[in-house]
């Protein structure tokens, strides 16, 4: 599927951000797969377990480099990490409780979460790191 292919178009341009971006397109490539054969059911309790872990370390990074640079949407932006990490806790909820619609589910929301979140939120913070970049560029230029 298109969709969970990763594309150059979505790298912030920092390593180990950019590498835990392409582990979530892996992730909804491997349940998309899944769904398709009909395989979804035994890998679900493995891939939330995935997708927690993924909140837990990846937000950190991306906080942390959010304030080095200052970025000034921050808050809001965290507010959408946290909203992540409820969903995951959703989908706990839900395969605990046998829920038979949580494949679809959560294909939906890694869908969503690709396209409004790395797509457009963490893009927003490249575009700032960028304009730092080039004014700290302008700096260094006006000092030598
Ligand atoms: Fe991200
Ligand atoms: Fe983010």
């Known amino acids: 599927m298109p969709l969970f292919d990763w594309r150059p178009d979505y790298a912030l341009d920092i390593p180990r ?39 837990r370390v990846h937000f950190a990074h ?22 992540f990490i409820h969903q995951v806790d959703r989908f706990y909820e839900a395969a605990a409780a ?4 949580l494949a679809l589910n959560m294909l939906q929301f890694l869908e969503r979460w690709l396209v409004r979140h ?18 700290t560029a302008a700096s260094v230029e006006r000092n030598t």
């Open 17 to 55: 951000v950019d590498d835990e971006h392409r582990m979530l397109f892996s992730a909804g490539g491997r349940l998309h797969k899944a769904l398709v054969t009909g395989k979804s059911g035994p890998m679900l309790d493995a891939l939330i377990d995935e997708l927690a872990e993924y909140g």
């Open 62 to 83: 991306e906080e942390q480099f959010m304030a080095e640079i200052r970025y000034p949407r921050m808050l809001a932006h965290k507010i959408e990490h946290q909203s």
């Open 98 to 101: 046998g829920d038979r619609t």
């Open 118 to 135: 790395i797509g457009s939120s963490d893009q927003r913070v490249r575009n700032h790191w960028r304009t730092v970049q080039a004014g």
